[in-house]
Structure formats: structure tokens, C-alpha cells
């Protein structure tokens, strides 16, 4: 219930951040927008088997935004997920090959202040096995969660800008079968870093 809690309030806060705007307007002249991100990633792994602290962890990705109209649009994304998390006595770690279909919403504050607000699925394929303390390498499953942004901007010319990033991602699937110590696990992660907004 907790987790889902968590998940409910995240797309709430993120579709009113969409709805409380009131122009938006995109730089440039292209409908596809390209943006970078690098990011500070907290994770949190649950597990039924450990009680982990939080890892910490850098992140990148890019996401590739066609705009149907100067609003609404959609993405595609390629994000480079390192996930991470310890005990008094073990430290795990694998890394994502995320790829997020985001449903996005461009905003403007002014005319050179912007954000492009997204909201949708993703897939995240496990790039090796889990490293762990202590235990054998641990075959991880792909998963599949959701996935929230936000890439806030301001325009340094017609086609190029730089901001920030605020990304946010829940795996509903467990990451293994294991039903040994480790037991089961899942994760939330929440980065937070820099943007930069082409075309």
C-alpha cells in the first residue's frame, strides 16, 4: 500500500505541475526536441529478504520529443539506470539499459523559461548480473515501471538550452526470482541533475 502511495502522489504532483500552466511555447521551429540529462540518483531497493539503505549513483539518458502541437507530444527515452543499495554487511549494484514512453506537456514560465513535463512506462533491461557481498552474482530479470520527468530549461538561442532534470522511476517487477537470503526485490530511484535541450 505504502509503495503504491508513493507512486499515486508522484503522478498527481507531476500532472499538476502540467495543468497549473498557462502558455506554452516551444524554442526553435523543428516539432522534435532532443534533451540530455545527468543526474545524482538516489535509489531505494525493498526487499523481502534484506532491509537496505539508500544508494547513491550518478545517472545519464536522452529523450527524443516529437511535439503535435506546441503542448502536448510524446517522447522516446534511453536512460543509463545504475542502481545500488547496502546493509551493515552487504552492498548490491546493477545497472539498467532504461528505455521510457513518456506522454509530455510543454510549459512556459516566460519566453525563455520552459519545462517539458512527461509521464509513462518504461522498460528497464538489466545491463550483467547483480554484484553483491557476500553472495553468488544474481541473475536480474527485465523490468517495467513507471517513469516521471521533467526538464526545465532556459533558451541560450532559438535551438540550444540548459537547465535542470527531475526524474522519477518505480519498478512494479521484481528484479529476481531468488528465494534464498536476498529474497525478491524491487526499487524506486529519484535523480535529480542537469538538462540540455536541443533543436
Partial sequence: MKKFAIVVMSAAASMAMAMGTMTSTSSGNSPMKVYTNIDMNMTKL???GLKYDMGYNLSVGTDVAYMFTNEM???LGLDFNMVSAETSTVKSKVNFLDIPVNFVYN????K???ALVGVGPYVGMPLGKM????????????VYGLNLESHINYAM????????HVG???AFSDMNKTDGALGTQNYWALGLGLSAKFL
Avoid: P, Q, V
Fill in 131 to 142: 554484484k553483491s557481498d557476500g553472495f553468488d552474482d544474481l541473475k536480474i530479470e527485465t
Fill in 157 to 164: 538561442s532559438s535551438d540550444f538550452a540548459l537547465g535542470g
Fill in 73 to 75: 507530444g510524446a517522447s
Fill in 168 to 170: 522519477f522511476k518505480y
Fill in 107 to 110: 510549459m512556459s514560465f516566460s
Fill in 112 to 114: 525563455d523559461l520552459n
Fill in 46 to 48: 525493498m526487499s523481502d
